[in-house]
């Protein structure tokens, strides 16, 4: 059995103690194991701090974004093998695993972009400067500076390469050596992509460190330059927000987590507009692409109520036709849920929805013997007020028809009961309800995305997170913001106003300094 071993301090170490299995989630065959000890997690971010972060903050921005570009590439030149890997760790179809992985490999390259344009700084300029007394003399910069400390990222297991590398490409671009724990079900995935970043020899040493296996004792050791980007359920991000040593010393944490995304019909949509199309494709999509489990994908479907009948009967009939099954088959549309404990996880909340909901298609069945599998499932909810469909992320292949009474106000109070979210849609033609949408949906949205027959085949679809767009979401989503372009890089970088002369204080640190 390969046990995954970890990098750190610039060796590859197998941890030792108890030892956690990761399988094949279609045959469930054992692949590997992690193991829990024997890292002293103190010198890991001493050593991130110490050796990583002085090599990168001595390179300028367009350097780290060499850098990023090298990595994409030497990623990208595995791709294949990694594709592979993801079909039998995780269960993906060969579409679901290039999804994370050309994921992984473009927002690098995106983060390589953004950063080439920045040049030959060090630091960011915030905004322009600020006349701040009686005369133009007394002047005021915002500046953007490299924290000193390690950047630790405890990623979530459904996207294994895009995770790590979303959060290592802002890290390494502002400066900060990088710390990263994938989530144990697709830690193979993750191990073979932290390989080929080291063999790359593109970092310095010090900036890439990676754990296999739990981090035992590092919270513990983090300190008030130190970062915590986390990814995963709201219910490991409430323990991770709580942590002691966090909160007494204010480490900086930004978390990402669940959310009940939504998709909104507005009521002048007919069948027949593009719009409409675009609609069930997107629904569709969000409910089999990676078995339901993308943090972006819809989970509560709002239909005006003299159309749910339509919705019901076209979605439920292209759900129902996905060809569920072995991912390595080309046929295959939908595979496995990741791990056992996913499986037993969206079988009960399938169930706890089914109680108060019709099931469309699909239902909390297990529809093979061996594998992790469920079927595609639609509910039509009973009252869509019902707290039961705002409460608990069922993170598999399932969402609900809420049916509305079709105005703005009620499908803007209705999104606003899933306690905050990654990413709502709306699919309308009109531009009024549009922007009063919008808006009523943004307070508790990172993202708004609107479809239209304007739109129809033009756009990317609302679950694809994009580098230049931001991530993240108030709320139950977490509270955090990542990516966004250099926005992304924020939360490594300490903003420090700086005021004075302006003569000393703009040319040495406004946008556009002299020569
Ligand atoms: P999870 O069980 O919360 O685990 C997430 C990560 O935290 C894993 O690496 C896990 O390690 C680690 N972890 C668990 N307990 C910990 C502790 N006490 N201290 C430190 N680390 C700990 O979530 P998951 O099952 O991997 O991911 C699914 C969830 O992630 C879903 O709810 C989904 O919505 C959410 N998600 C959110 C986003 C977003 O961007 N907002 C993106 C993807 C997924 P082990 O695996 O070793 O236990």
């Known amino acids: 059995m390969q046990t995954l071993t970890s990098f750190v301090q610039e060796r590859w170490i197998a941890g030792d103690g108890a030892a956690t299995p990761l399988f094949n989630a279609t045959t469930e065959e054992p692949l590997a194991e992690t193991r829990a000890g024997g890292i002293d997690f103190r010198a890991v971010l001493a050593h991130a701090r110490d050796v990583g972060g002085p090599a990168l903050r001595a390179k300028t921005f367009a350097e780290r974004a060499a850098m990023l570009k090298a990595l994409s590439t030497a990623i990208h030149a595995h791709r294949e093998e990694l594709i592979e890997l993801s079909v039998r760790n995780a269960g993906t179809t060969r579409g679901d695993a290039k999804f994370d992985i050309d994921g992984a490999i473009g927002t690098l ?14 630091f960011l300029t915030d ?23 390690a950047a630790v990222h405890v990623n979530a297991f459904n996207f294994p390469a895009w995770n790590m590398l979303e959060k290592a490409a802002c890290a390494l671009l502002a400066g900060s050596p990088v710390i990263e724990k994938p989530g144990t079900p697709t830690a193979l995935v993750a191990w073979r992509v932290a390989e080929i970043v080291v063999q790359s020899g593109v970092l310095p040493a010090g900036a890439y460190q990676f754990v296999a296996g739990p981090v035992g004792d590092l919270l513990d050791h983090m300190g008030p330059q130190d970062s915590l980007a986390f990814t995963g359920s709201s219910g490991t991000a409430a323990k991770l927000r709580g942590h002691a040593n966090l909160v007494a010393r204010n480490v900086r944490v930004n978390l990402e987590a669940d959310s009940l995304n939504c998709a909104i019909l ?3 949509v007919d069948s027949s507009a593009d719009a409409y199309g675009t609609f069930l494709s997107n629904v569709a999509l969000d409910v089999t692409q990676k078995t339901g489990q993308k943090c972006t994908a819809v989970r509560r479907i709002f239909v005006p109520k003299e159309r749910v009948g339509d919705v019901r009967a076209d979605l439920g009939a292209a ?27 969206v079988r009960a909340g399938i169930e706890r929805l089914a109680a108060h909901a019709e099931v469309a298609t699909g239902g909390a069945k297990s529809i093979r ?13 009973r009252d869509a007020h019902d707290a039961a469909f705002h409460a608990e992320e ?8 809420l049916p509305y009474d ?3 106000d009620e499908a803007i109070a209705l999104a606003a009961q899933g306690g905050g979210g990654l990413v709502a849609s709306l699919y309308s033609n009109d531009a009024a309800t549009i922007e009063r949408v919008v808006l009523g949906l943004a307070p508790w949205h990172g993202r708004v995305w609107v479809g239209s027959d304007k739109l129809a085949d033009q756009g990317l679809p609302p679950g694809m997170v994009l580098p230049a767009s931001i991530h993240g979401g108030p709320g139950r989503a977490g509270g955090g913001e990542e990516l966004g372009g250099l926005r992304g890089l924020a939360f490594y970088l300490q903003r420090t106003a700086v005021q004075g002369f302006k003569g000393y204080v703009e040319s040495s640190f406004g946008s556009a300094p002299s020569a």
Request: with cysteine.
């Open 109 to 122: 390259a995106a983060y390589a972009t953004f950063g080439a344009a920045v040049g030959e700084r060090r």
């Open 394 to 401: 069922v993170f598999g292949p399932c969402a609900t028809i």
């Open 319 to 345: 759900l129902a036709k996905t060809k569920v099954g072995d991912p390595s088959e080309a046929e295959t549309r939908m595979g496995p849920l990741a791990s056992a404990n996913q499986l037993r996880d």
């Open 406 to 408: 079709g105005t703005p």
């Open 369 to 381: 013997e061996k594998g992790w599998f469920v079927a595609p499932t639609l509910l039509v909810a």
């Open 266 to 268: 507005a009521s002048d």
């Open 127 to 149: 905004g322009p400067g600020v006349q701040l007394g009686r005369t133009a003399r007394f002047w005021g910069e915002h500046v953007l500076v490299p924290r000193l400390g």
